[in-house]
C-alpha cells in the first residue's frame, strides 16, 4: 500500500529539547514536504527536497532543519523547539506527470512545547 | 495577500442539500488545481483534480474560471459523510512546482 509515515504522531516536549520527527513513504517519489498547519492559517511549508541530498526553505523554516540521505525519508529536526512551534505537522511526498502531481500526506504529528 | 482565498465557512446545510465552494488564486502562473478534503485534524486527502473544461465525479463537480482566476466545487446531494473541510489547491509552475493551499472551507452536513 502506498504510504507516507510519520512519528510520533503525538509529543509533548519542553522549550529547548531537540526534537526529530521522522518521515518515509514507499512510493519512491522525489519530491518531499514538510507542512505546518496553525489555525486560520492552513497548511505552511517548512522546507521541501527535491531529491537526496537537495533541500530548500519553504515559507516558514525558522527553527527547523531538515535532511535527506535517502530517498524514502526526510527528518524534520527541532534543535531548540519553542512553544510557538506548538502545531500540527504533515510531512508529504508527490508524484505524477508533471503540472498534474498528487500529494500524499502522512497522517500528522501533533506538537505541543511547554 | 495569500495565494489562495477561500471564505472559512462554516457552511451549515441540510442532508441533501447542494452547496458550492469557491477559491480565488492570486498567481496567474498557477497551471493546476485541486480539491482536497480534510477530515478533523486528519491527513489532507485528494479529492478530485479541476481541469479547464469541468469535471464531474460523482456528487462533486470541479469547474476552473482563469480569467476570473477562480475555481469552484459543487456537492449535489449533501451526505452526512460529506462533513469536513475542503481545502482548495492550486500548483504554480514558479518556485519549482509549489503547491498553494487554501486554509479550507469548513462543511457542516445535518441530519
Known amino acids: 500500500e502506498a504510504q507516507v509515515t510519520q512519528n510520533p504522531r503525538y509529543l509533548i516536549t519542553v522549550t529547548g529539547k531537540k526534537l526529530t520527527v521522522t518521515c518515509s513513504q514507499n512510493?519512491?517519489?522525489?519530491?518531499m514536504s514538510w507542512y505546518r498547519q496553525d489555525p486560520g492559517l492552513g497548511l505552511r511549508q517548512i522546507y521541501y527536497?527535491?531529491?537526496?541530498?537537495?533541500?530548500d526553505k519553504g515559507d516558514v523554516p525558522e527553527g527547523y532543519k531538515v535532511s535527506r540521505k535517502e530517498k524514502r525519508n526526510f527528518p524534520l529536526i527541532l534543535e531548540s523547539p519553542s512553544p510557538n512551534q506548538t502545531s500540527l505537522y504533515f510531512c508529504?511526498?508527490?508524484?505524477?506527470?508533471?503540472?498534474?502531481?498528487?500529494?500524499?500526506f502522512g497522517p500528522g504529528t501533533r506538537l505541543l512545547v511547554l | 495577500r495569500k495565494e489562495v482565498e477561500q471564505d472559512p465557512g462554516p457552511f451549515n446545510v441540510p442532508e441533501g442539500a447542494t452547496v458550492a465552494f469557491n477559491c480565488t488564486y492570486s498567481?496567474?502562473?498557477?497551471?493546476?488545481f485541486f480539491w482536497y478534503r480534510q477530515d478533523c485534524r486528519k491527513e489532507p486527502k485528494l479529492l478530485m483534480s479541476?481541469?479547464?473544461s469541468g469535471n464531474e465525479d460523482g456528487r462533486f463537480t470541479a469547474q476552473l474560471n482563469r480569467a476570473s482566476q477562480y475555481i469552484s466545487l459543487l456537492i449535489r446531494d449533501s451526505k452526512l459523510s460529506d462533513s469536513a473541510t475542503y481545502l482548495c489547491?492550486?500548483?504554480?509552475?514558479?518556485?519549482?512546482?509549489?503547491?498553494?493551499f487554501g486554509s479550507g472551507t469548513k462543511l457542516n452536513v445535518k441530519p
Open positions: 508529504a511526498s508527490r508524484g505524477g506527470l508533471a503540472g498534474v502531481e498528487t500529494q500524499y
Open positions: 512510493m519512491n517519489h522525489e519530491y
Open positions: 527536497s527535491m531529491n537526496v541530498e537537495v533541500t
Open positions: 498567481n496567474s502562473a498557477s497551471q493546476s
Open positions: 479541476v481541469y479547464s
Open positions: 489547491v492550486a500548483l504554480s509552475l514558479n518556485n519549482f512546482n509549489k503547491f498553494y
